[in-house]
């Protein structure tokens, strides 16, 4: 017995599609009043979305693959919380066209019985490169368990929604079976709704002249209002990746701009760099990778991030009983892991891309799987209340574990010497400038921006 599965792509505005008109098909009628749909107006609880899941497996034994297409041109810079938007009158729809008016088998009735309830994704600069690797690997099953069916919500500008739409065709072609809906748009308000996690990739890389300062303005509002969506309709529990560079302060005018969301729950992705000291201390001590564990960055996202080689291991053996060359830790290695990103750029003609997503799902991983025994990870995190003596109210990088419910503790039992703190309180200052030019946007009064002139990407050389 073989069920029917629908693809369709819809056209849906900014406007809630409860004020829709409903679809001709009875499929499409399924679809609108399923658990599914990302117009329902509030998450139900994981076990009650788990049962309607199971039970709507069992009653209609036909569920829908959904591929929706926010396509509204945007009104304003500043896109309108959903109440509003339901108020303006919806623009032309065209439910379905082409090759996503298909219909075919895809024979997971039984497996989708033991499945988990639907769990949504959203990924901004979805049409860039880092998302093309990423997309592919949370729609494989991969990233949150091959039970997990997810849905893709994608976030892309005018400038980006036609090549979205390849993106969304290539995402159908590959047939995943757990991808149980992709939907396209250009508005954060819509795009995140019920978003429980968000992993925010676009932002405007930094071209020849421009003044770092004006990078941090420039992306700075993209993620203040992407904040401010997350806060007016986001799951209220919402995991936030922001990757798009400068990630840490991207990441503070984020979570100053989302209020009701624990600040605890935004990250800035470090662990590209974590894993770039791996290889490195690997290469050097002649082992594999998957031998280096507790490798620690402390600090920004940037050359002034701080790889931690006094509490690092190789083996379970402190790195520096392997690697007796301290010169080699403190000078090549440091210098290595920080502009890593440079040398890449400089022989590849682009940042890292394919690298980037691998540790983008490492850093989700990290989050949904229990840490193993005495290890940790490191990620940008809020640093209210942390352990070190860092100062607070920044986004740092620090050594983490996870229970694997998508939250983190710090770790408090690592080891500090006098070079470690030096090179943490430089990160530091750069971050506490890089704060005080963003103020604007972070509700702290004017920017002053003072920026220490070694201020670079890992990408800038
Ligand atoms: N934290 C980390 O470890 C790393 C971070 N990065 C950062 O990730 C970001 C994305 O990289 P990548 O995917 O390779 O970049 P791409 O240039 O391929 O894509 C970036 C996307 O950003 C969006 N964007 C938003 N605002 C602008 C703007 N004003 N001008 C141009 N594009 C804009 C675009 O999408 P749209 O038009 O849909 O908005 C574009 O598709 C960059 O900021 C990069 O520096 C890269 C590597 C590592
Ligand atoms: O600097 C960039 O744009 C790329 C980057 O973050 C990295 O490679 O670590």
């Given at each position: 017995m073989v069920d029917r599965f629908l693809i369709r792509i819809l056209i849906?505005?900014?406007?809630?599609?409860?004020?829709?008109?409903?679809?001709s098909t009875p499929m499409a009628a399924i679809d609108l009043s399923s658990p599914y749909s990302p117009a329902r107006s509030s998450p139900?609880?994981?076990?009650?979305?788990?049962?309607?899941?199971?039970?709507?497996?069992?009653r209609r034994r036909r569920p829908t693959l959904r591929c929706s297409l926010d396509a509204a041109p945007k009104q304003q810079a500043q896109g309108p919380p959903a109440a509003v938007a339901a108020e303006e009158a919806p623009p032309a729809r065209k439910e379905c066209y082409g090759v996503f008016c298909t219909t075919y088998d895809l024979r997971a009735d039984e497996k989708t019985k033991s499945w988990k309830s639907l769990v949504n994704v959203a990924v901004s600069g979805a049409a860039g490169m880092i998302s093309n690797h990423l997309l592919f690997k949370l729609a494989s099953g991969e990233v949150f368990g091959p039970d997990q069916p997810i849905a893709l919500k994608l976030l892309g500008s005018e400038r980006s929604i036609q090549a979205l739409e390849g993106v969304a065709m290539e995402l159908e072609d590959s047939l995943y079976p757990l991808l149980r809906e992709v939907s396209i748009g250009i508005d954060p308000y819509v795009v995140f709704e019920d978003a429980e996690w968000a992993l925010l990739i676009g932002a405007k890389p930094r071209g020849p002249g421009m003044e770092r300062s004006a990078l941090l303005d420039i992306n700075g509002q993209i993620f203040a209002e992407q904040g401010k969506a997350l806060n007016a309709v986001a799951s209220?529990?919402?995991?936030v990746i922001v990757v798009g560079n400068p990630c840490n302060t991207?990441?503070?005018?984020c979570l100053k701009n989302a209020p009701n969301i624990p600040a605890k729950n935004f990250h800035a992705l470090t662990r590209l760099d974590e894993n770039r000291a791996k290889c490195q201390l690997a290469l050097k001590a002649g082992v594999f990778y998957d031998k280096v564990s507790n490798m620690t960055i402390w600090g920004n996202h940037s050359t002034t991030q701080v790889p931690d080689f006094l509490n690092a291991k190789i083996?379970?053996?402190?790195?520096?009983?392997?690697?007796?060359?301290?010169k080699w830790?403190?000078?090549?290695?440091t210098k290595t892991v920080q502009k890593r990103g440079g040398v890449l750029i400089q022989k590849w003609g682009r940042s890292s891309a394919a690298s980037t997503a691998v540790s983008i799902v490492d850093a989700i991983r990290s989050l949904v799987n229990p840490t193993p025994?005495?290890?940790w990870f490191s990620t940008g995190v809020y640093t209210t209340g942390n352990p070190y003596g860092i100062a607070e109210d920044i986004v740092f990088s620090m050594p983490c574990r996870s229970k694997g419910d998508g939250d983190y503790e710090l770790v408090k039992d690592v080891a500090m010497d006098d070079f470690l703190w030096e090179r943490i309180k430089k990160s530091e200052d750069e971050l506490l400038a890089e704060k005080r030019c963003v103020a604007h946007l972070t509700g702290e009064g004017n920017a002053f921006c003072d920026l220490p002139g070694d201020t670079m990407l890992p990408g800038e050389m």
């Open positions: 849906i505005s900014s406007t809630p599609s409860s004020s829709l008109p409903r679809l139900a609880p994981l076990s009650a979305r788990s049962a309607s899941l199971h039970l709507l497996l069992r209220r529990n919402v995991k991207n990441a503070l005018i083996n379970g053996r402190p790195v520096k009983e392997v690697i007796k060359d301290t830790l403190e000078d090549e290695f025994e005495g290890d």
